[in-house]
């Protein structure tokens, strides 16, 4: 009984504990041209194309910020918003999807984002990320890639592997020079790479090579996490990922286990882009896994 109350008591603080996590954020908003704009709260960056025909955001980060989203796209546009975009199917990118459809947006996201999503999913250390309501499954499916022509606009979703999920999208704004990555770019950050189900580190530094060669020196380019970055912030990336793999693998190769791995060693230089989400211990794990017999 005694361990049933202490349970609960748990349960009670870790939701009271979420919700004022909520109640602390305050949205900001980066403008990029007269029609779009990044939004800045707690979880994924949020992209919102505006114009007479509605509104088009790209992600929506936790369902508790919802409202207070929905205001700050409200003082950049009066129409509704019509589409939503999701660039993956993780809950700080797509918490909002069920508030939002039911204010009338239609979800559009890569098809195993909306498998994702309709199940039960087991994550690393034990968590599970719950099967969402019907309201937050993405209506508008597609494979490899979709356009969206909107607001005089053409937003192309390219999907090329999976690489952060199995379902990750790439949206290029052509017209204005624009590209969100979604959680395939941290801004000088480790990735997190989902390989417990169906991430792939090589698919995701393709993905960063694609994202390259979409991309010039004026490209605004807009991370997953982190601030509005451009061509040479993701080359950056680019060249830590190389790095870092190729320590990784020559470990491998000289037969070093992965107890025995010394991750400051093949980190170097690199230290600062292990003090994010992603620690320098579980992103030299996850390469370590994925390149060797080892592997999940
Ligand atoms: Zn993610």
Redesign the pocket.
């Known amino acids: 009984m005694k361990t049933i109350i202490l349970s609960l008591l748990s349960f009670l603080f870790i939701q009271v504990a979420s919700a004022q996590r909520f109640d602390n954020v305050e949205i900001t908003v980066e403008k990029i041209n007269e029609n779009l704009y990044v939004l800045f709260g707690a979880g994924?960056n949020i992209a919102v194309l505006t114009g007479s025909e509605g509104t088009v955001m790209i992600d929506n980060q936790f369902a508790p910020l919802s409202d207070k989203i929905q205001s700050a796209i409200g003082e950049l546009s009066s129409q509704p918003i019509q589409y939503v975009i999701n660039t993956?199917w993780?809950g700080?990118?797509t918490g909002g999807n069920a508030n939002f459809a039911k204010q009338g947006a239609t979800i559009i996201a890569h098809e195993n984002v909306r498998k994702r999503l309709m199940t039960d999913n087991v994550r690393p250390f034990g968590r599970t990320s719950e099967a969402q309501p019907e309201a937050a499954w993405p209506r508008l499916t597609f494979d490899k890639n979709m356009q969206v022509h909107h607001n005089g606009v053409s937003i192309q979703l390219l999907h090329y592997h999976a690489g952060?999920?199995d379902g990750d999208a790439l949206v290029m704004f052509g017209d204005y020079n624009v590209l969100h990555m979604g959680?395939i770019f941290f801004k000088d950050r480790f990735p997190?790479i989902d390989t417990a189900l169906g991430g792939d580190p090589d698919g995701l530094i393709a993905i960063v090579e694609a994202a390259l060669m979409l991309s010039d020196a004026n490209t605004t380019i807009i991370p997953?996490h982190g601030a509005v970055s451009n061509k040479e912030d993701l080359r950056r990336y680019h060249q830590m990922l190389l790095i870092v793999k190729g320590r990784v693998m020559k470990a491998i190769t000289a037969g070093t286990s992965l107890e025995d791995v010394d991750v400051a060693t093949i980190v170097k230089d690199y230290e600062t882009w292990g003090e994010g989400f992603i620690k320098p211990e579980v992103f030299v794990k996850t390469l370590y896994k994925a390149y060797s017999d080892e592997g999940e």
Do not use: I, P
């Open positions: 994924g993956h993780h700080d990118h952060h999920t959680d997190f997953g």
